[in-house]
């Protein structure tokens, strides 16, 4: 059955690199990592996707190693505006199931 | 602005009472999802629709129903509603299954 685990709660300075890891175990090779962000009271926001290896746009880098028994959001150089909380989603291609965390809660300081 | 619409924007009602949650995808999303958020908690996955058909359930209550239409609007049914059930619920939809998700911007649910 698979799971998705992430830490509850993490803090970072403005300036810094901030990586969340989520740890998915059982997922099969056609399933989805996918990241969103969510700020109080608003609906959650894509930041990125993937299958494995490396995908980074304009906002995030994720990072698949090829067990992909998890996933790594790296946010580079975050700003207080990045304080909210990041959830990670499995979505699994056999029965199109939606595993999601429990969400971190990311907390930036000046 | 997601392109997905929510309505009511806020919704009070009492115990033992049934209400009807609406939701319109963005244009050309086949892919209707809803969840449930209760206060400082995560979201919850109720279920999900492709282009009129259900998809996949999560932790949907029998007391909650919902279905989607031709025209790919959706509705969440909540009936005998419990204090419990005060929440955020969510819409969001997707071009399809696994593709980014668009997320409307909720409807409020208070059970008095």
């Known amino acids: 059955l698979a799971k998705t685990t992430q830490p509850i709660s993490m803090d970072s300075y403005e300036g810094q690199e901030v990586n969340i890891t989520c740890s998915h175990n059982n997922i099969a090779t056609n399933d989805y990592i996918t990241w969103y962000q969510q700020f109080p009271s608003q609906g959650p926001r894509f930041i990125i996707q993937g299958y494995k290896t490396k995908v980074t746009n304009e906002v995030a880098s994720l990072f698949i190693p090829a067990d992909r028994k998890s996933s790594t959001l790296s946010l580079p150089r975050v700003s207080l505006s990045d304080t909210a909380v990041y959830y990670c989603?499995?979505?699994?291609?056999?029965?199109?199931?939606?595993?999601w965390g429990a969400g971190t809660k990311l907390i930036i300081k000046p | 602005d997601s392109g997905v619409t929510q309505t009511p924007k806020h919704l009070i009602t009492a115990t033992g009472q049934r209400v009807t949650l609406r939701c319109s995808p963005r244009?050309?999303?086949?892919?209707v999802y809803w969840y449930q958020q209760s206060l400082d908690q995560g979201l919850q996955f109720l279920i999900q629709y492709y282009n009129g058909e259900e998809r996949a359930k999560g932790n949907i209550l029998e007391r909650f129903s919902a279905q989607q239409f031709p025209d790919l609007h959706s509705e969440l049914n909540l009936s005998s509603l419990e204090l419990g059930d005060s929440a955020l619920y969510f819409c969001a939809s997707s071009a399809a299954v696994g593709y980014e998700q668009y997320f409307g911007p909720g409807t409020r649910l208070t059970v008095t």
């Open positions: 244009s050309g999303d086949l892919s």
């Open positions: 989603l499995v979505v699994l291609d056999s029965n199109y199931q939606l595993i």
